[in-house]
């Protein structure tokens, strides 16, 4: 093609192909009670063996089981942590009763943020947790994870549960970093 046969036309810049705009993948609907990006460092058997359990048991078909071993996975945890980390004692000596008692739930989970508070983490990390032991009605309260195990009228739902997983997800991730 000769030089004098081009036209204006054939200069004018062409238009960058428009680009697809790509969509976030949608997150698969949560069907246990622990995220699959959770990743714990649990060094107790047992503990790591509950942990692993509640991964994969199904919120729908297992909420009694999956209340139950969140309580358990607390208890088991926050003991762990005072026995190995802070070496503390999990019973108090009461010298009007001349006996060794264990220490209450609460007790042990609010020792347990204490030290972890100490050691640089924020408390605001925690308020999930330490929310439930000034409210009832709170899905991580002492007194619900109580209920799970020992109120046979008292049902867990799948929405309290992950939204109290959800609440002490962060204190799990520092307890067992």
């Given at each position: 093609m000769s030089v004098e046969r081009f036209t204006e036309e054939d200069f004018k810049e062409t238009p960058a192909p428009k680009q697809k705009k790509t969509r976030a993948p949608r997150a698969s609907p949560r069907t246990s009670i622990i995220p699959k990006a959770c990743k714990l460092n649990?060094?107790?058997a047992k503990?790591?063996?509950?942990?692993?359990e509640l991964k994969r048991l199904q919120l729908s078909l297992h909420v009694h089981a999956i209340g139950v071993l969140l309580r358990v996975f607390l208890e088991m945890s926050v003991d762990d942590y005072?026995?190995?980390?802070?070496?503390?004692?999990?019973?108090?000596?009461?010298?009007?009763n001349n006996r060794h008692i264990e220490k209450k739930l609460a007790a042990k989970v609010k020792e347990v943020i204490q030290h972890m508070v100490a050691n640089g983490a924020s408390?605001?990390?925690f308020r999930g947790v330490l929310a439930g032991f000034h409210d009832d009605q709170h899905p991580f309260s002492i007194d619900t994870?109580?209920?799970y195990?020992?109120?046979r009228f008292f049902t867990p739902t799948e929405g309290n549960l992950t939204t109290g997983?959800?609440?002490a997800q962060r204190f799990f991730e520092t307890l067992w970093a």
């Open positions: 649990v060094t107790n503990i790591d063996g509950i942990y692993s005072l026995v190995n980390r802070v070496e503390a004692k999990l019973t108090y000596y009461d010298s009007k408390e605001r990390d994870l109580h209920a195990i020992h109120n997983w959800d609440n």
